[in-house]
């Protein structure tokens, strides 16, 4: 949760444009995605009380501790991204589809020598075209009949040329809207045309089709033909809504990233869009602060010098040369800073894009290609899109990142400071270089019953929940919590070390393995003893990993850090002991959280497996039956006899183990 989220100041910020907005409760875990046309109004509406709007809803606006958004240009685009991030996170409050059903795309399966115009729900790496995806499936239908009728495209489903001759032409030929390819009565080339006609009108050369359209509608209106006239009003729409351009969705299914930089002074946010599948899945942003050096190029651009009096300088009135030079030094220090971005950004990026998309060519982009491509065993690459639906996401991504410059400025930098800063504090306070990943590990057992370990990560002040791991204590017995610690970060150095190895023999990046990604930090609940396990097992195992100790006073509230035998106080009011304090409490979390769910399985299966007869099918059978071990103690005979697996030996078996004192 941002502790810094003021909802009826960031209600304020709201802007009145179409988009997708974002619904997070206190853990940040996404309660609902939802699509406005105005997001202002929208939003708002959940936030001023409704009667009879539904429990369901009042109880999701209970739970909802700050919201974000993604401006889009329409709603069509708002609608495409909206369905993406639903499949994406599968929010708890929004419906969720069963099937793999999505919108409508047009298909042109160019890849055949005679190709066709279909309707299809999927896109493939088939080699065919893909126009897409579209908001009405009725209109892609209708625009589909329309081209067939316009350019006489086949829609049967022979193999062509292969199958030329062998059957008789179907009905279309019959009615004219189709010249029988199929019999060799059009040559490949002239059928081809028709293809590329309509092609063209799906790239978006629509205006002489929706033009002939316009036309015969008002020919069947001057008749009286009013119901013609609709038809050709409602097609002419359809038309008009498929060849409409969204930047939601590529066709071609790659992974790509989109970067856009806005600036105000010497503050910038990055904006980046995540495309994965073809799909724009979630977006981030970061807050920068422009180095001195670009700091003085854009101090070169402004046009205007106050005097040592506080006024301005008199200048010369600005031509358009001088425009044009101030525009190149912006551009400049532009592609210095989204190049110093890219270089940090994805120095700790465990996945890598094959493409990355940049408003502007950067500084040493050759070098930085080659050094991301090395990084991901294969090619990346860094584009600046000029025209087309990449250009245009491009310039989605600017709006953004000046939206969040503008209305986020002061939330990002706090942010920024709670969870990046935060971590620069605590490497500044134990003297190393950078810190990026940070591992923490915890013990829980009850008198070293079910002894369980627990690591948890954070990236970027963060936590990562994906990457955190549960640990069965396996070989230390009783109440042992240094020989548990030794053996739960043995065993996840040592699976690390057995991944990396096995990405290297099959040359995949690391992003194939998640324990491969080594921590540049462990912190340790716990001081001098914990400290020097951990420290132990990394010289044991050849690894050169810092180990720290999060230390906590007589009232077991945390303290400070404990690093190379000595402890060093950390500002109980700064940004980095706040961290340090999550971190740890995250950690005693998860392990307390998987103890306490090992032990229950437990004492259900000590109990249970006392009754002599009862295995694991009746056991798991009375168990779904009856919910609980209590209902199963309280029922009868009769009532344990009717559950799945069970017959009146075992049901007598179940009730006298229970009842004891009865059967005397």
Not at 52 to 79: H, N, P, Q
Not at 202 to 216: D, I, Q, T, W
Not at 502 to 526: C, N, Q, V, Y
Request: proline letters at 4%.
């Amino acid at each position: 949760m941002n502790p810094d989220f003021d909802l009826q100041e960031e209600l304020k910020k709201l802007p009145h444009k179409p988009g997708v907005y974002i619904m997070h409760d206190k853990k940040d875990a996404i309660l609902y995605v939802g699509k406005a046309i105005n997001l202002n109004r929208r939003v708002h509406q959940y936030f001023v009380r409704k009667l009879g709007r539904g429990a369901k809803i009042e109880r999701m606006v209970s739970r909802i501790a700050w919201f974000e958004y993604i401006v889009t240009d329409s709603e069509l685009e708002a609608l495409v991204l909206e369905n993406n991030l639903i499949k994406e996170n599968r929010p708890k409050y929004n419906t969720l589809l069963k099937d793999d059903k999505t919108y409508p795309y047009i298909k042109v399966t160019v890849q055949e020598e005679y190709p066709r115009v279909l309707f299809t729900r999927k896109m493939k790496k088939d080699g065919a075209r893909y126009f897409g995806p579209f908001k009405s499936a009725f209109a892609v239908k209708e625009t589909i009949e329309l081209l067939r009728k316009l350019y006489q495209v086949r829609d049967c489903t022979r193999n062509l040329p292969r199958d030329i001759g062998l059957e008789r032409p179907c009905l279309n030929y019959q009615i004219g809207q189709c010249q029988a390819p199929c019999q060799g009565k059009i040559s490949k080339e002239a059928y081809q045309e028709g293809i590329h006609k309509a092609l063209r009108f799906l790239s978006g050369n629509y205006k002489p089709v929706v033009k002939m359209l316009e036309e015969r509608m008002q020919a069947a209106s001057a008749e009286m033909d009013f119901e013609t006239a609709a038809k050709m009003r409602d097609l002419m729409q359809n038309v008009i809504s498929v060849t409409q351009k969204q930047k939601m969705e590529s066709t071609d299914g790659e992974d790509r990233d989109v970067l856009a930089l806005a600036m105000d002074g010497t503050d910038a946010v990055v904006q980046v869009f995540y495309v994965r599948g073809g799909k724009l899945i979630g977006r981030d942003h970061s807050f920068l602060r422009i180095g001195e050096e670009d700091e003085a190029l854009l101090a070169q651009a402004q046009p205007d010098e106050e005097t040592p009096e506080g006024g301005l300088r008199e200048t010369e009135p600005q031509d358009a040369g001088t425009d044009d030079a101030r525009d190149r030094q912006e551009l400049r220090v532009k592609a210095s800073v989204l190049s110093t971005f890219v270089r940090q950004f994805y120095a700790s990026c465990v996945f890598l894009p094959k493409e990355i998309l940049l408003e502007t060519r950067i500084e040493d982009q050759e070098l930085i290609e080659e050094w991301l491509s090395a990084r991901r065993g294969r090619a990346v690459h860094l584009r600046t899109p000029l025209r087309g639906t990449y250009s245009r996401l491009v310039q989605m991504a600017q709006e953004n990142a000046a939206l969040v410059l503008k209305m986020d400025r002061e939330r990002a930098r706090l942010e920024e400071g709670r969870t990046i800063g935060a971590m620069q504090e605590i490497a500044s306070a134990l003297g190393l270089p950078h810190l990026t990943r940070v591992e923490a590990y915890d013990i829980s057992n009850t008198s070293g019953v079910e002894s369980v370990g627990s690591m948890v990560v954070f990236e970027k002040g963060k936590p990562k929940r994906s990457d955190y791991r549960k640990f069965r204590i396996r070989t230390v017995e009783g109440p042992n919590d240094y020989a548990s610690l030794r053996e739960v970060i043995f065993r996840r150095l040592t699976h690390g070390l057995e991944e990396e190895k096995s990405l290297e023999e099959r040359a995949l990046a690391a992003k194939d393995g998640s324990f491969s990604t080594f921590p540049d930090l462990i912190m340790m609940d716990g001081g001098k003893g914990q400290v020097h396990i951990a420290e132990e097992v990394c010289k044991e195992l050849g690894l050169a990993i810092p180990v720290c100790g999060m230390v906590k006073d007589d009232y077991h509230r945390t303290r400070g850090l404990y690093f190379h035998d000595r402890e060093l106080p950390i500002n109980p009011a700064s940004e980095g002991f706040k961290l340090i304090t999550r971190v740890q409490d995250e950690a005693h979390r998860f392990a307390i959280e998987y103890h306490r769910s090992l032990r229950g399985k437990a004492q259900t299966r000590s109990l249970l497996d006392e009754i002599e007869g009862i295995g694991p099918a009746r056991r798991k059978a009375l168990l779904r039956s009856f919910g609980s071990l209590e209902a199963i103690r309280d029922a009868d005979e009769e009532q344990l006899s009717h559950a799945p697996s069970m017959n009146a030996a075992s049901a007598r078996k179940v009730y006298e183990f229970f009842h004891p004192v009865s059967t005397k």
